[in-house]
């Protein structure tokens, strides 16, 4: 279980969440991205029973609001495992560091949908990517100050 995720504001001006037109939908969307189940993958296995319980509703209702965000496009649901994907998770919580990716990674390997593995692994890599670009415009840009007049003594 993770302490915290990071959900962004945008949200509300999603056009996908925007689209789902009942608020059980949109409840059921912040709370994929929020719940004590979520992890650093942004994918987990969630039994409807499980869900349903969190949220108070029957079986049916939960159900209802999941195929609602599902045909939304913001998450990937395989019936077979009972596991989801948020497919914008790593938008909002992008890889920080090598052990969190080290430790993400051990994650979406352990998943069982084929579906929901290669689109997590997909998201991955490239919030991989975009942390590895970041580091190493980083490392440019110390480069660049460091080799100043004013770091090297020459005023």
């Known amino acids: 279980m993770r302490d915290y995720s990071k959900v962004s504001p945008l949200i509300w001006r999603d056009k996908r969440f925007n689209s789902l037109a009942s608020s059980d939908a ?18 987990y296995r969630l039994p409807d029973g499980y869900a349903a319980a969190d949220l108070g509703w029957d079986v049916d209702r939960y159900q209802a609001a999941r195929g609602a965000v599902v045909s939304s496009g913001l998450i990937l649901f395989d019936e077979a495992t009972s596991e989801l994907f948020l497919v914008d998770w790593f938008d909002s919580n ?3 560091n090598g052990k969190h990716a080290k430790g993400t990674q051990s ?15 997909d998201a991955f890599l490239a919030s991989r990517e975009r942390f590895e670009a970041g580091k190493e415009e980083q490392s440019s ?7 100043t007049r004013f770091m090297n003594g020459r005023r």
């Open 26 to 43: 949109k409840l059921a969307m912040l709370y994929f991205a929020t719940s004590e189940h979520q992890n650093s993958a942004g994918c």
């Open 94 to 96: 992008p890889i920080t």
């Open 107 to 121: 994650l979406i390997v352990r998943i069982d949908s084929d579906t929901i593995r290669e689109a997590a692994e």
């Open 141 to 147: 840009n110390l480069t660049r100050l460091t080799d």
